[in-house]
């Protein structure tokens, strides 16, 4: 079993659909969780931070993280073709993030 | 906010020569710096830790004699493909990481698309 799984679609929805998603974990330790936006043939670009079990909104996103089920999610709310990239859920054991592990990212396309 | 700088974005060389890519914190002083591999529709492989001014930390399985990682100043690390092939035509990576601002602090730069032929 991986570490971190997550869906690698490609997922295709219209233009303002809500997306939604998901990336689940095996090791109970991580305490830190990150979603990542990468454009193609871009480096990542951090997109939400969250910090142990609960929600966080920040414009059009929401993550959530529910450690109970080892499972954290993204939400993208009135989904624009400007979303359109592979988005890497990315966990860690402690604030330093010398134990990073990235899932292996979904390519999600908007279509106008 | 943090910038992190990586050139070239894209260099094609012939098998057998050496490539060298650089990554620069640009407003922060970097301790730590991180290169990835990423092959297409793949997630990021972490190649090698580098901390200024002592010697890299390679994944199991990274020739670190290949891939040779120079992390001389808080701004600078260098990693070179030496005598590459095909094989490593690749898309790498570079994350700097600033100290002061926890797992927030990882910057990615935009990438270096290396094709050998």
């Known amino acids: 079993q991986k570490e971190v799984e997550q869906d690698p679609g490609p997922l295709s929805v219209p233009e303002g659909a809500i997306v939604s998603l998901n990336c689940t974990y095996s090791n109970s330790a991580f305490q830190y969780f990150m979603w990542y936006r990468q454009y193609s043939r871009k480096g990542p670009e951090l997109l939400m931070y969250t910090y142990s079990s609960g929600n966080k909104e920040d414009g059009r996103f929401t993550a959530q993280v529910d450690k109970s089920s080892k499972y954290i999610s993204l939400f993208i709310r009135d989904s624009q073709p400007s979303d359109s990239a592979t988005y890497l859920c990315?966990?860690?054991?402690?604030?330093?993030?010398?134990?990073?592990?990235f899932g292996p990212g979904t390519r999600l396309s908007v279509l106008p | 906010g943090a910038v992190v700088s990586q050139h070239p974005s894209r260099v094609i060389c012939k098998s057998g020569t050496s490539v060298k890519i650089e990554c620069r914190s640009l407003?922060?002083?970097?301790?730590?710096m991180f290169w990835y591999r990423q092959f297409p529709k793949q997630s990021l492989m972490l190649m090698a830790t580098?901390?200024?001014?002592?010697?890299?930390?390679?994944e199991q399985g990274v020739e670190k004699d290949k891939f040779l990682i120079n992390h001389a100043s808080l701004t600078l690390s260098t990693l070179t493909v030496t005598s590459a092939h095909p094989e490593d035509s690749s898309f790498y990576i570079c994350?700097?990481?600033?100290?002061?601002?926890?797992?927030?602090?990882?910057?990615f730069g935009s990438g270096t698309r290396l094709t050998v032929v």
């Open positions: 994350s700097a990481r600033d100290p002061g601002q926890g797992v927030k602090g990882y910057t």
């Open positions: 990315a966990m860690s054991w402690d604030n330093y993030g010398q134990n990073f592990v």
């Open positions: 580098s901390n200024e001014g002592s010697k890299a930390t390679y």
């Open positions: 407003d922060f002083q970097a301790t730590t």
